[in-house]
């Protein structure tokens, strides 16, 4: 694993210079894990993202809820609206998300940081 840094740049721009530091990823054995993880959430992001933007910032909120585990009666005190009005955009986001568990429900939230 290797991290560099410019500290000094030439008059055109171009880094003059540089520091680098790197660490054996076998002495971490954690680290591959984690970058593994990185990749795949990354992947996620990338794959679904017009996905996301296609949700209204109501859908977006009721996400963030549904990701939290609160239930729809408890969405609709918190957002001052109906039960069936939380319930129709439960219904909507999982269609535009192609979605059927409330574990998607988290990874989209965790993915695009609503919680």
Do not use: W
Not at 20 to 42: C, G, M
């Amino acid at each position: 694993m290797a991290s560099c840094r410019i500290f000094f740049k030439d008059r055109e721009g171009n880094p003059s210079h540089t520091i680098t530091v790197a660490i054996p990823i076998d002495q971490l054995k954690h680290i591959p894990n984690k970058a593994q993880r990185f990749l795949e959430e990354s992947k996620f992001f990338r794959s679904n993202l017009s996905k996301f933007i296609s949700l209204g910032s109501r859908a977006k909120e009721v996400l963030r809820l549904v990701a939290l585990g609160k239930s729809s009666s408890e969405i609709a005190e918190e957002l001052f609206t109906s039960v069936e009005t939380v319930q129709t955009h439960r219904k909507l986001i999982k269609q535009k998300l192609d979605i059927s568990s409330s574990y998607e429900f988290t990874l989209y939230a965790h993915a695009y940081d609503l919680i």
